[in-house]
């Protein structure tokens, strides 16, 4: 396999003695401009350590950086009815929710809630699409172009937690500073300007106004320990700069268990206060829910009067058994009716499929056990670290056969995007850091409120990007091997 590689923005490498300075320097910048986070090694409270950064922004073609962002609001539109089909939901997840417990929790929530009636129609959601430039055009052949990229392939959608909103624009500032300091201040305009937070918080502001009290405030429900606190605490910010009106408060879901109640019109109050909105940045993975308590909040939560981001038919319908469903030919034109829009999405999806107990999924798994390398396999998780690559796909795929487990399993085809050279700076790293070889994952945020009918706001907002070493599998900045990087757009 030929490797395909991207230009760095600079000539490198850096001299020793630059590089070793210009390190040193924006290590401080990022500290002092909130690009930190808190250490798991040494975790404290009143202590931060910078988030691993990519010295330099890394190079990403102009023109498929245009059309990631144009192409957010169709993927909100479509996220948005996918949530609003209760057929469809069911349909897609019933073999998921068979086998996978997590899963199946949720949607006893969805369903609970659903034959209730809910009580709050408008959601709100801020969401991130991933993606990956692709190299290496197969089956899925895309275009015919022949340099170090094609096209651009979708990762995944989130619609729950879908963070780095502070941490991306906090990126590009790391990077304006460093090429001013190395003479390069002519390039910084080619670090696209960047507003995911004025905008998520935006978004989280204007569904406040819609509640309509003026009392009410934000809750962001939390994990137990938070260590991407700079990235959460600049919403919050945020939010207080936009409109010091606003109150946010910070609840796990245990604390939530013990003192939110519901009113008479089912309005969420915690230790006095009403909510407007209630915005998760935990609630996502099965640890989060250590006992039945936490469960109990979730349902609470969603049974209330609050605008929810997300609400749990929005969280259903970011889960990759869902994704992969969409990408199912003929699946599209159910929630997209212009022809234009379907073509747009069907373009960025790479090959999807479902691993269920049948024909198409027997000949899945015949496929992957055959070429592991080209592809994922996932289950239906979330924060990273969750995904089988390599030689284990085989192994796992061969330990489910005949399984019902396997069921809970979608196959993804491998994205393999071009390799560029950086260096990547982390805490407690060497002082002069290798030129290594980096791939990168660009995530768009986009932010959409409405009901059933009809949509009130639908943005696309701003963006992040996510670098790691060519050589891992993931680069989560928050599960560890990845690093905060900006697109330099050429
Ligand atoms: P999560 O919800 O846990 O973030 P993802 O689907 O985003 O799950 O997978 C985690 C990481 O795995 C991605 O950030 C990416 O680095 C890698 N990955 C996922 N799908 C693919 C793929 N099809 N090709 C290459 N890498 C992938
Ligand atoms: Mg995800
Ligand atoms: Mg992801």
Redesign the pocket.
Known sequence: MTTNRLEPCIKLPLENEILEDIVDKAKDWALMHGAGMRSKVNFSKDSLQFAPFILLPSTFPREEFNKATEIQIILNELIHKVAHDYGFLSSSLKSTVEVDEFTSRLFKIYETVHNEGTAQPVCLGLIRS?I?LESQCTENACCTVTGPYCCW?Q??V?TIASGFGWLGPASASIHRYVLQELGHGDKIKNVPVNTALEGLCGGMLEAWKIYGDPNAVILFVIENITYNICDQRFHEFEIRRQNRMVVVIRRTLTQIADTAKLGKNKELSIDGLSVAVVYFRSGYEPAQYPSSKEWAARLMIERSLAIKCPSIHYHLAGT?KVQQTLATPGVLEKFLTDPAKVDAVKEIF?GLYSLDLDEDGNRAAEMAIMKPEC??L?PQ???????V?GEKVREVLQSMTDSQERTAWIL??????PVQKGYMIRPGGPEVPQLVDLVS?LGIFGVIIGNASTVIANRQVGHML?T?LSS?????VAAGS?ALDSPYLI
């Not at 998780?381 to 995904?387: L, P, Q, Y």
């Not at 993804?412 to 995007?417: A, C, D, G, Q, S």
């Not at 891992?472 to 989560?476: K, L, R, S, V, Y």
């Open positions: 991933d990956m392939k990762v995944e989130n990759k790479t592809y994922v996932k998780r979330e924060g990273g670290g969750n995904n690559y993804m085809e491998r994205i393999i995007p994952e996510r790691k891992a599998d993931e680069g989560g990845g």
